[in-house]
């Protein structure tokens, strides 16, 4: 079989579930939190409750928008942290190495979703791995903070949100 045969049958595929999609009322955001688990289905259903992307390209720049926007919210919040708090070593790494990577791979995603969608799908995943580290740091200093601890859920489920309507998008 020949790669242009292979790709014109994938591209038909595609578009035929996406117009299943559309003629089944079902958006893409709704099918995207479906995919993101029960456990994660009403925090993703209410992030992305007034999107209405009519591909998984809008979609995948919407949710890495608010990724950007948030771990770059979140990155500021830990540094207040960080200025109360300076004898901890894991509050300052968060703040800066964790944190400093999870805005930068979101980022990156973003500038890379029409040129390269396979890195964006990869560094849509890397996002997740900042706050999933300081968490660790946070535990070995033996510190419990439900604030960060909310920031890093939301980060997480934005990186897993990020990396799963990316996987989406038709490779070329």
């Known amino acids: 079989m020949n790669y242009s045969l292979l790709f014109t049958t994938l591209s038909l595929i595609l578009t035929i579930s996406h117009a299943m999609l559309a003629a089944s009322g079902i958006n893409l955001h709704e099918e995207l939190c479906k995919q993101a688990g029960a456990d994660d289905n009403a925090r993703c259903s209410q992030i992305l409750k007034s999107e209405s992307a009519?591909?998984?390209v809008e979609l995948s720049r919407y949710v890495l928008q608010i990724a950007v926007k948030r771990s770059i919210e979140g990155q500021n919040y830990l540094k207040?942290?960080?200025?109360?708090?300076?004898?901890?070593?894991?509050?300052?790494?968060?703040?800066t190495t964790h944190?400093?990577?999870?805005?930068?791979?979101?980022?990156s995603a973003l500038g890379e979703l029409k040129v390269d969608p396979m890195t964006a799908n990869y560094d849509a995943?890397?996002?997740?791995?900042?706050?999933?580290?300081?968490?660790r740091a946070l535990a070995e200093e033996k510190i419990n903070?439900?604030?960060?601890?909310?920031l890093n859920s939301?980060?997480?489920?934005?990186?897993?949100?990020a990396y799963l309507a990316t996987d989406k998008i038709p490779r070329s």
């Open 154 to 161: 939301d980060i997480l489920l934005l990186s897993k949100l």
């Open 99 to 107: 944190y400093d990577g999870v805005v930068g791979s979101f980022k």
């Open 54 to 56: 009519k591909d998984y």
């Open 80 to 95: 207040g942290v960080m200025k109360t708090n300076p004898s901890s070593k894991a509050i300052k790494e968060c703040a």
């Open 125 to 135: 995943k890397v996002g997740g791995d900042g706050p999933t580290t300081c968490n």
């Open 145 to 150: 903070n439900p604030s960060i601890a909310a």
